[in-house]
């Protein structure tokens, strides 16, 4: 079995950008592993709806 992995998922840009590396991070705490989210604060709550752990970065456009 593989050991669990800590991993940062960035996305800098529109929804478009975010919401597959949002899919991602959830498929892979999925797997067991430990992912962050980190885009800019505008997506906190998209983050805060499935429970993810959320780092804001840059501002919003």
Same mark, same amino acid.
């Given at each position: =079995?593989?050991?669990? =992995? ?14 597959? =590396? ?20 505008? #997506? ?9 752990? #959320? ?7």
């Amino acid at each position: =079995m593989l050991r669990a =992995m800590k991993i940062l998922v960035s996305a800098n840009g529109s929804r478009g950008d975010v919401q597959p =590396m949002l899919a991602l991070a959830l498929a892979l705490r999925e797997r067991g592993h430990e992912p962050v989210l980190a885009a800019t604060p505008a #997506f906190a709550s998209e983050a805060r709806a499935f429970d993810l752990p #959320f780092v804001p970065v840059g501002i919003d456009i």
